[in-house]
């Protein structure tokens, strides 16, 4: 093991001689490259080439990567399959190597260059000679990149993407799903940033653990191929020698194939859904109702606005001829005193009457909301509002107490006990229509002019029974007496109303074209004329038509002096008048149904039995406020006012342009079914925890890994493959000819470990001491293993295990320790 011989009878190189290797120690586990410090001659330039070299046969091998070695001196190049850390070229004849070396790593010596031995010197590797400057790496470079931490922080950067993937979602989630594209596209890029982060950490952690199996595992030489190869190559999976003997490797190897899934899944977790979106907001054209505009309304005066006349709810009679043009104040000869219900009114009336709804204003969704929203807001106003009371309900029903309350009938006028099953006496106490007899305009023939004319004495109180079916469900029994399902199958129901003035506060919903309404609440405040008929015949005279009688009469409500309440009583009659047309009649219900009512056009009756519906009381009073509510559909009515200012008439507005609109603005809350983003968190979270919680596995796997490598990041690279490939037994295996470099067979099925390689046979190769007791001599020194090189790298297992034996002695076996050890296995 002293200093090597040289072996004479080979061609010796022209150029200058090499020096050796300095002596390391060993603590590197890619196969530890020796520091050059001394100064030699200087070697021929290299480059990196492709070439055919000859085959110990003469046959031409397959092409494979080499060294380019320029020999200036005589003009020619010499190829050479070696590295700068090892041997020198060979020489140009077929002299052959002793067993075990490659070929071009055999040199011999001559006194002119001796042959490569043990120095403390290192190799020169200045292209310029031992006076230029040594090669020194750059000032920058990409080797933090090795660095244990980029394991964690790969995994740390992934967890940072996966929540800012999350707060991104969080604040699309609801909101109008604008940019659909381009948000997408930045959730995927922040999916893709994650998955790519988690890759990266268990990619750190697969190159790791491959060291690591190969070094635990003698393999055939397909499995370490697999081993390398699978995370880009997936036939790998299909390797049985793979996943009996290297578990970690394929559990690595499935995370990595299935981590695209991630960008695949948490992406889906944003979709788009049609949802309701709403928002406090400011409404314009908001109208209300406001009857006190009444009190001022002359029907003498067009009262315009924007072109358009204003209306009153009702007609008007004039004590004067020709009083059109009459301004003066009222007296006691020249007032007026009203006359029945406007035609304006009457439509109104009419048109709810026969929809069963609330009549809406045209375009009142578009000029209320604005386009493409819905809106609701809440008005609260003053207007008449009839205030009802059930008397009585069933057969046996207190008749006698009925009668003396003021009912026009009882229940033996009902079915089942009587013929009729709806009676309506709505009209008594009617203001007479004329009250005295009048020419054109309704001026008073007879003077002097009569007290009471034209006084609105009371409000008629409306009286209704009905009958209802005991058992709705059944088909209704024929209509005789004598049948016993008819007298059972019916109950009479008998109720009251009166006209109040009522404080509303209703609820309008605008909803694409259609309107609803809903009464939010209902307070009756006072009767509109407080006064009650007094129901026995009288035969007094007042000078009128009109033989109402009602107390106390210092209530009655007359033209003069007080013409403004007058009008706004009048208002009040004129639209409950409208309605009690509707009511008023009956249905003779024996031997068939026989209406005499306008109530069949409406809603309260069932047009299939013509009866009323169960619950006529409430359906009755809904009835009247859809009438009211409907007047806000006729702008031209002087009660139809802005809401954001009740005491202004608003009138006919028809605004071309949205920001011409200057009417009022009243508070409402704006929505639009538009497509929102719906963010699922499970969904996101599902995929990413799955993802995370298996990269800390792969990351535990990985740093176990590194404690085992002593902590020396490893790689995959090509140049780390070369590196562990470089072992001169390796030569000896049955390589054949080939163009494209495939493979043989038998070569793939060749088990091969990785670890301490000793090139026994070589003769002038550097020697790296393993400083580890010899088996002959007991010492601890640093030396070296046989007669030749030591390094890291793939052999067959006899090579490694004679390598074992004589570098810790034959008494110790190769430590086979758990892939999920820490321990450092530095010379297993």
């Given at each position: 093991m002293g200093s090597h011989t040289p072996l004479h009878g080979q061609q010796q190189p022209t150029s200058s001689g090499y020096h050796g290797l300095q002596q390391q120690a060993w603590s590197d586990p890619i196969a530890p490259t020796p520091e050059i410090s001394s100064p030699s001659s200087p070697p021929l330039p290299r480059r990196v080439t492709f070439f055919q070299r000859a085959a110990r046969n003469g046959s031409q091998a397959s092409i494979g990567l080499g060294i380019a070695h320029q020999d200036q001196s005589r003009g020619y190049s010499q190829v050479g399959q070696f590295s700068p850390y090892d041997s020198p070229p060979p020489p140009l004849n077929n002299t052959k190597a002793p067993y075990g070396l490659h070929q071009h790593e055999y040199y011999s010596s001559t006194p002119d260059t001796p042959a490569f031995h043990h120095s403390p010197h290192n190799r020169d590797l200045s292209p310029d000679g031992p006076d230029k400057p040594l090669l020194q790496p750059p000032r920058w470079s990409w080797g933090w990149l090795n660095a244990?931490?980029?394991?964690?922080?790969?995994?740390?950067?992934?967890?940072?993407?996966?929540?800012?993937?999350?707060?991104?979602?969080?604040?699309?989630?609801?909101?109008?799903?604008?940019?659909?594209?381009?948000?997408?596209?930045?959730?995927?890029?922040?999916?893709?940033?994650?998955?790519?982060?988690?890759?990266?950490?268990?990619?750190?952690?697969?190159?790791?653990?491959?060291?690591?199996?190969?070094?635990?595992?003698?393999?055939?030489?397909?499995t370490v191929d697999g081993i390398f190869a699978i995370s880009q190559d997936l036939t790998g999976l299909f390797n049985t020698e793979i996943w009996r003997k290297s578990k970690i490797v394929i559990f690595l190897a499935v995370i990595m194939w299935l981590f695209p899934l991630v960008v695949i899944l948490t992406p889906s977790s944003l979709t788009v859904e049609l949802r309701e979106e709403a928002k406090p907001d400011q409404c314009s054209s908001v109208r209300t109702l406001n009857f006190q505009a009444e009190r001022t309304k002359n029907w003498r005066r067009a009262d315009m606005l924007y072109g358009y006349p204003g209306f009153s709810l009702s007609l008007w009679n004039c004590t004067l001829p020709e009083s059109s043009e009459v301004f003066d104040p009222y007296n006691q000869t020249f007032f007026d005193y009203w006359d029945g219900v406007s035609p304006p009114a009457d439509l109104v009336t009419k048109h709810t009457a026969y929809s069963g709804n609330v009549v809406p204003r045209e375009n009142v969704a578009l000029e209320t909301c604005g386009r493409g929203w819905n809106c609701s807001y809440t008005i609260t106003f003053e207007a008449p509002g009839y205030k009802c009371d059930e008397l009585g309900r069933g057969r046996n029903m207190n008749d006698k107490a009925i009668k003396d309350q003021g009912a026009p009938f009882d229940s033996s006028d009902l079915i089942p006990k009587g013929e009729y099953a709806y009676i309506a006496d709505v009209m008594s106490g009617e203001y007479a229509k004329p009250q005295v007899e009048t020419l054109d305009g309704g001026v008073p023939i007879k003077k002097p002019i009569p007290k009471h004319l034209g006084a609105l004495r009371t409000e008629p109180v409306l009286w209704i029974g009905h009958s209802v079916r005991t058992r709705p469900d059944d088909t209704p029994p024929p209509s005789k007496k004598d049948n016993p399902d008819f007298q059972s199958g019916y109950e009479p129901v008998i109720f009251r109303c009166e006209h109040y003035v009522t404080r509303y506060t209703i609820q309008f919903n605008h909803t694409f074209s259609s309107q609803s309404t809903k009464v939010v609440k209902k307070e009756h405040l006072k009767p509109i004329i407080d006064t009650v008929r007094e129901t026995a015949n009288s035969t007094v005279s007042d000078g009128t038509k009109d033989t109402t009688i009602a107390e106390p009469k210092s209530n009655y409500v007359l033209p003069y002096p007080d013409y403004e309440n007058y009008r706004?009583?009048?208002?009040?009659?004129?639209?409950?008048?409208?309605?009690?047309?509707?009511?008023?009649?009956?249905?003779?219900?024996?031997?068939?149904?026989?209406?005499?009512?306008?109530a069949t056009q409406t809603r309260l009756i069932d047009k299939a039995t013509h009866l009323a519906v169960p619950n006529l009381m409430e359906a009755v009073q809904t009835f009247y406020e859809n009438i009211t509510l409907s007047l806000l559909s006729n702008p031209q009515f002087m009660i139809v006012s802005w809401a954001g200012e009740p005491q202004t008439r608003s009138g006919v507005t028809a605004f071309e342009k949205p920001e011409d609109d200057t009417s009022p603005k009243y508070p409402c809350v704006k929505t639009r079914i538009a497509n929102s983003y719906l963010y699922v968190q499970r969904d996101l979270w599902i995929a990413y925890s799955i993802a995370i919680l298996a990269t800390i596995v792969c990351v535990g796997l990985g740093t176990a890994a590194l404690a085992q490598n002593n902590y020396h990041v490893r790689d995959v690279k090509v140049s780390s493959v070369i590196a562990a490939t470089r072992a001169p037994c390796l030569e000896e295996l049955p390589w054949k000819t080939s163009k494209w470099g495939e493979v043989p067979w038998e070569i793939k099925e060749t088990k091969l470990g990785y670890g301490i390689i000793s090139d026994r046979e070589s003769v002038g190769t550097p020697r790296i001491g393993v400083g580890v007791s010899r088996a002959n001599t007991g010492s601890t020194e640093g030396g070296v293993v046989g007669n030749g090189k030591v390094y890291y790298g793939f052999a067959p297992p006899e090579v490694l295990e004679r390598t074992r034996r004589e570098t810790f002695g034959p008494g110790r076996a190769r430590p086979k320790g758990s892939p999920f050890s820490f321990k450092i296995w530095e010379h297993s």
């Open positions: 244990p931490w980029v394991m964690y922080a790969a995994l740390l950067l992934g967890i940072v993407f996966a929540g800012a993937h999350h707060a991104f979602y969080v604040s699309l989630n609801g909101q109008p799903a604008d940019d659909q594209l381009k948000m997408m596209r930045f959730g995927g890029f922040l999916s893709y940033a994650s998955k790519a982060s988690l890759f990266a950490a268990v990619y750190f952690a697969y190159r790791q653990q491959v060291w690591v199996t190969v070094r635990r595992r003698h393999l055939k030489l397909k706004l009583t009048a208002a009040y009659h004129a639209l409950g008048l409208g309605f009690r047309q509707f009511l008023k009649g009956k249905i003779h219900y024996i031997p068939f149904p026989n209406p005499v009512t306008d």
